[in-house]
Every structure is written in structure tokens, then in C-alpha cells.
């Protein structure tokens, strides 16, 4: 049974940083693709980042790029998401989801919720003006 557990998440400021972590159980982790999404109140999931199975390849939505940086360490079956500069528009509940693929070369493998098979459930990320 997969399970993946996020933490991380909290209250700050404008302009201040957070580091989500995601830990991965129940299947080879360094297998496969892995994701970050988020979902504020009353719109729709949206791809944030990213990072193929060796981390040697990364993708991130446009309104974060410059300000987060998706890694992972399998060695420790776990991905994070530095983010940096936050804004109040990245206020959601952040989500770290398993790639069905090991690769992130195709378009909509990686940017699609869709080809995500596993999820976690959420942590909240609020950034106040």
C-alpha cells in the first residue's frame, strides 16, 4: 500500500520561504516521477513542479518558476518543494503525488493530475499580506 505524507506547511508572511517534504512507503520510490499541486479554496487542482526518477530532470508551472525548487533524495524516499518569495496568490493546500512513469519528458505525463497514481493528503499553505 503506497502512502505518501506531506509536512511542512504553515502560515508566513509575503516574501517569506517554506520547505515541503513528502515521505513515500509502499513502492520502489526511486522508480518513479514525482509531483507537486496545490488547490485553493473554490478553483481547481493545478501543477506546480515536477522531478523525474533521478532528479536529473525538472518542470514547473509558469507562475512559480524562479521561486521554487522541487528535489528529491531517494536514498531517504522523500521529495520536497523549496519555495522562496511566496505571495498570497500561492495560498492552497499543497499536494505531493507518484508519477505513474519514471520520466518526465512528455508533456501531459507530467503536467496532467491524471498520470499521477498515488497522492498524499495535503498540507496547508497560507501566506498572509
Known amino acids: 500500500q503506497v502512502q505518501l505524507v506531506e509536512s511542512g506547511g504553515g502560515l508566513v508572511q509575503a516574501g517569506g520561504s517554506l520547505r515541503l517534504s513528502c515521505a513515500a512507503s509502499?513502492?520502489?520510490?526511486?522508480?518513479?516521477?514525482m509531483g507537486w499541486f496545490r488547490q485553493a479554496p473554490g478553483k481547481e487542482r493545478e501543477f506546480v513542479a515536477a522531478?523525474?526518477?533521478?532528479?536529473?530532470?525538472?518542470a514547473y508551472a509558469d507562475p512559480v518558476k524562479g521561486r521554487f525548487t522541487i528535489s528529491r533524495r531517494n536514498a531517504k524516499n522523500t521529495v520536497y518543494l523549496q519555495m522562496n518569495s511566496l505571495t498570497p496568490e500561492d495560498t492552497a493546500v499543497y499536494y505531493c503525488?507518484?508519477?505513474?512513469?519514471?520520466?518526465?519528458?512528455?508533456?501531459?505525463?507530467?503536467?496532467?493530475?491524471?498520470?499521477?497514481?498515488?497522492w498524499g493528503q495535503g498540507t496547508q499553505v497560507t501566506v498572509s499580506s
Open positions: 503525488a507518484m508519477n505513474r512513469r519514471s520520466d518526465i519528458t512528455s508533456y501531459s505525463t507530467t503536467y496532467s493530475p491524471t498520470t499521477y497514481d498515488y
Open positions: 509502499g513502492r520502489t520510490f526511486s522508480n518513479y516521477a
Open positions: 522531478i523525474s526518477w533521478s532528479g536529473g530532470s525538472t
